[in-house]
């Protein structure tokens, strides 16, 4: 995700959840998401069986999200969160109160596996880097150790950028990682047969990890990773393909950029909207240039395959 960097205090962040109704959880998130500037993760209400006996799923049962933020979160900017979780349809599904912890960032890896496990997209495995796993003939598995930064392969719009890099990338390709946080969709590329990939993030921990996970996997010889959003990337383009799994508002701004960055002819993979923003980002991309081949969806989650003319 494109995040806006907090400077606070140095080795600890601030912990923000929430538990909402099912039917409220991709507004919550993306609420929790703009206010607290960074990725969130939803945690599903689900009862374990055992081991290698698979789980239950309560879909009737309220759904824990979680936010997090760099530093203390200043007592107007938690008063402000609260009021616009009485404001529309959020009003009559939260359950419960917004609670706030801090954490220190030695903890957060910690924090991470408990809710962490083998995802599996297509013939790509992502598999935590303190898990086993043997591969399944025919899988790309890819190690990860998210630590502070978005992206674990468990968020909808980063599973459908996965599905769809793989129906896209022949080989060979350079591609660009616009916003790459944990490194996720960048390293993907990479095992995918792509010949290179510059990742971006405006966030310090992002760049961080997304450096660790490329050197975790042996990617670092083909993975440039940077500071900074287009500004960062755009002067060694053109690209074959840009992965922007980030948010509307960013989709829509940097809409016009990205297609600058794109050879003719070249893909387009624009994520993390929800359903209520699709009108808006699909008309800021086709303003830009950029032919809409088709939209994702899971649940009110979107993902844009565009293409340059």
């Not at 205090?9 to 538990?19: K, M, N, Q």
């Not at 043997?134 to 890819?142: K, Q, R, S, W």
């Not at 959003?229 to 940097?254: C, F, H, K, Q, R």
């Amino acid at each position: 995700m494109v995040r806006t960097q907090n400077k606070g205090a140095a080795g600890v962040w601030t912990e923000a959840s929430l538990r909402v109704s099912p039917e409220a959880v991709e507004a919550a998130a993306e609420l929790l998401q703009d206010l607290t500037g960074n990725g969130v993760t939803v945690e599903p209400p689900i009862e374990a069986l055992g081991p290698d006996e698979g789980y239950v799923l309560d879909e009737s049962a309220p759904v824990r999200i979680v936010a997090y933020c760099r530093g203390p979160v200043a007592a107007s900017r938690r008063a402000a969160l609260r009021r616009r979780l009485t404001l529309g349809t959020l009003k009559d599904a939260v359950r419960g109160r917004l609670a706030w912890r801090e954490i220190r960032e030695q903890d957060w890896a910690e924090a991470w596996k408990q809710h962490y496990d083998v995802e599996r997209v297509g013939r790509i495995a992502v598999r935590p880097a303190w898990r086993e796993y043997a591969a399944a003939p025919g899988e790309t598995v890819i190690s990860l150790d998210p630590g502070m930064a978005f992206g674990t392969g468990q968020h909808p719009t980063t599973r459908m950028c996965l599905a769809a890099m793989q129906a896209l990338l022949r080989g060979g390709e350079r591609v660009l990682d616009l916003g790459s946080g944990s490194g996720i969709l960048a390293i993907a590329a990479i095992a995918l047969g792509a010949a290179e990939a510059v990742a971006v993030d405006t966030e310090e921990q992002a760049v961080k990890a997304t450096a660790e996970n490329a050197a975790l996997n042996g990617m670092q010889a083909w993975i440039d990773v940077r500071l900074g959003s287009m500004e960062a990337a755009a002067p060694d383009g053109p690209y074959d393909l840009i992965l922007a799994n980030i948010n509307a508002a960013a989709v829509s701004t940097l809409a016009a950029a990205m297609a600058a960055a794109l050879k003719s002819g070249a893909w387009l993979l624009a994520g993390g909207v929800i359903a209520e923003r699709e009108a808006g980002v699909a008309e800021a991309l086709r303003a830009a240039g950029l032919r809409i081949d088709r939209v994702m969806a899971d649940g009110d989650w979107r993902t844009f395959v565009a293409r340059k003319a």
